[in-house]
């Protein structure tokens, strides 16, 4: 990111008109893809030109992804200091506020379904803790607790999937994937029946593994909607991007419901990018984004669920580019996933798949998978993909160095915030965890 503002000022142009605005923006958001210079005359033609056709195809056709670890977006640095001091400096010494609990009852995502082969094994971190997520020689994908109740071996950490069970380094001891059962000790005459290791509940859909968690070991009350388009494969998957947030998980959801944000952290251009000491720039001011929006809780047998309905338009010199009228929908499916429906005769229709997975208490994961029409060039999605990042991005600026105010001064207009609190709270329960410690003073 170190990279972002000359990057900035490369820019692709589309044939079509109305994706220029993406387009110039979406030029800072490629650095993992080589950059364009000038080539050397000693460089032979047919290896330039083979470089060339590479960066094209991959602009092109292959799947976005951009992977941002929690120092690298939202902090301002010092002169002379890194991002990475920033955020150490922003996490010591930032309020945290009078917190709700933790980690919300539902489903949470672990990791896309293409990261685990069969007889694959990851470890994850999620709930402050560790879990191994393997894949069985059935191609169910198991996950259970990554320390072996033995002697405490990481069972991710040089486990062999033997079955659909997962074999400790340490001394070979198997444990069945869905139960948890140990079915095998090499040294022993018997494995004695009260061994087994802690699983977790899991499934797998819309190319995604989740798993359940619930503080009180309740069996999950809902479940996950599949999306047809994905599994029928009329919706191809365009690219992901993941960051680290270091926040409460409730304040992402949050925004949904806060339809004053909108029109002051996000009516400017994408073209200023997610810096917020820039995005007011006149430079970037011929492009305004426009947007109407409204959150409401679903009624039974949804409680569960919310809507977000938007409507975003684009102005260019005043006048309204209505090429890039876009219609949005966003369900809220529990604490921790949303399906944002994109819906335009031009751009064509597909999903992102938002996906915030708590890794420990105050840092959270947070994933955007995009699938979208197969007979769409993959380059729209990608730059519809771009611009939804810069955007989201401008919100971890904020999250990254906001305090929790539990009891927040609210005007009328900004109601659906105090109606989307008491909603999310069904997923709190009276054993819920919560922070340990209030950081609050400074003898910490």
């Not at 995502?109 to 082969?117: E, F, G, H």
């Not at 064509?348 to 994933?367: A, F, K, M, N, Y």
């Amino acid at each position: 990111m170190e990279s972002e503002a000359p990057s900035r000022r490369r820019r692709l142009l589309l044939p079509a008109a109305g994706l220029l605005v993406l387009a110039a923006g979406a030029g800072s958001m490629l650095p993992a893809w080589p950059p364009l210079r000038p080539l050397s005359p000693l460089l032979p033609a047919g290896l330039a030109l083979l470089l060339a056709l590479r960066w094209l195809y991959r602009l092109c056709f292959a799947p976005l992804q951009r992977l941002q670890a929690a120092h690298q977006v939202g902090y301002i640095p010092e002169p002379g200091g890194s991002k990475r001091e920033a955020a150490n400096e922003v996490r010591r010494r930032r309020k945290r506020g009078d917190l709700p609990p933790v980690y919300p009852n539902g489903w949470y995502r672990l990791l896309d379904s293409k990261q685990l082969q069969v007889a694959q094994v990851k470890n994850i971190t999620i709930f402050g803790e560790q879990v191994a997520v393997y894949r069985g020689q059935d191609g169910q994908a198991y996950v259970v607790d990554a320390y072996c109740p033995h002697l405490g071996a990481n069972l991710a950490v040089g486990g062999r999937v033997m079955g659909n069970c997962i074999e400790c380094p340490f001394h070979g001891w198997q444990f069945r994937g869905e139960d948890g059962k140990c079915t095998k000790i090499p040294y022993a005459e018997k494995v004695p029946d009260f061994v087994k290791t802690k699983t977790w509940l899991s499934c797998e859909l819309n190319g995604e593994v989740f798993v359940w968690y619930h503080c009180d070991g309740i069996d999950p009350s809902w479940s996950i909607p599949e999306q047809e388009e994905i599994h029928s494969g009329a919706w191809v998957y365009r690219g992901m991007t993941e960051h680290y947030i270091n926040c409460h998980i409730q304040e992402i959801p949050e925004n949904a419901a806060d339809i004053a944000h909108l029109s002051h952290l996000h009516s400017p251009s994408v073209l200023s990018g997610a810096d917020l000491r820039y995005t007011s720039s006149r430079l970037w001011g011929f492009a305004q984004h426009d947007w109407k929006a409204e959150w409401n809780p679903e009624p039974e047998p949804n409680k569960h669920c919310s809507l977000m309905l938007v409507d975003h338009v684009l102005h260019i010199l005043g006048r309204r580019f209505s090429l890039l009228d876009v219609h949005v929908v966003a369900r809220q499916v529990g604490p921790g996933i949303v399906y944002l429906w994109f819906s335009h005769s031009f751009l064509g229709r597909g999903v992102i798949l938002q996906c915030v997975t708590p890794v420990e208490p105050l840092l959270q994961r947070v994933s955007h998978s995009i699938y979208y029409q197969a007979n769409i060039p993959a380059i729209i999605p990608k730059f519809v993909m771009m611009a939804e990042c810069i955007q989201f991005e401008r919100d971890i600026m904020i999250w990254n160095n906001k305090k929790y105010i539990s009891k927040p001064l609210l005007v009328k207009e900004d109601s659906a915030i105090a109606r989307h609190r008491r909603w999310y709270a069904q997923f709190y329960s009276e054993n819920s965890p919560r922070f340990p410690i209030q950081q609050d003073g400074l003898d910490w």
